[in-house]
């Protein structure tokens, strides 16, 4: 039998081999090629920004509250939101730092920097998603009915549709 919660579960699945990523980038500096390198920063950029900060919003629009009120406190969410607001800062550190030096070559200073920022944020964000599936979803699962988590679901698909479409343009 299907938990309630497993569409969030799935999504986090789905997600996971990109958080890996961000691990497998930080691991290719000092080792690997300019443009390898180059290119698994861009990669992670875009999941990171374009991707994680959308499913970010949409668990603060919609599964953040639902667990404040089954907890009974506007509290409840504060520290996972406080997460949210720690990527966010490695994303924009992150946007400064990916640029690749003209001369193919990065300084030990840039690469010191790249490295602290793909491993705080790939550290932040697996510790994020194991708080989630270790204490809220099944929270969720024993409290609500899944004709209640679909709903919430729809919700948070729709809060990162509307975020998709913003971003756009």
């Known amino acids: 039998m299907s938990l309630p919660t ?18 497998q980038t930080a691991e290719l500096i000092g080792k690997a090629s300019s443009e390898e390198i180059c290119k698994g920063l861009e990669e992670v950029y875009d999941f990171l920004a374009h991707h994680l900060k ?4 949409a ?10 009120k089954l907890l009974g406190s506007p509290d409840a969410t504060k520290t996972m939101s406080r997460d ?3 990527i966010g800062r490695y994303i924009d550190e992150l946007a400064a730092l990916k640029q690749c030096p003209s001369d193919g070559k990065f300084s030990p200073e840039h ?12 550290a932040l964000v697996k510790i994020h998603f194991e708080k989630e599936e270790e204490v809220y979803l099944p929270i969720l699962d024993q409290r609500m009915t899944a004709e209640e ?4 679901y729809t919700k948070m698909e729709a809060a990162a549709h509307e975020a998709m479409q913003a971003l756009a343009g």
């Open 111 to 122: 690469s010191e920097s790249l490295r602290r920022v793909l491993y705080g944020v790939y």
């Open 149 to 152: 988590v679909r709903e919430m």
């Open 59 to 68: 668990e603060e629009a919609a599964l953040y509250p639902v667990v404040q």
């Open 54 to 57: 959308i499913h970010a919003g």
């Open 84 to 86: 949210h607001m720690e």
């Open 6 to 23: 497993q569409p969030l579960r799935d999504e986090h699945a789905g997600l996971f081999p990109s958080v890996d990523r961000i691990k």
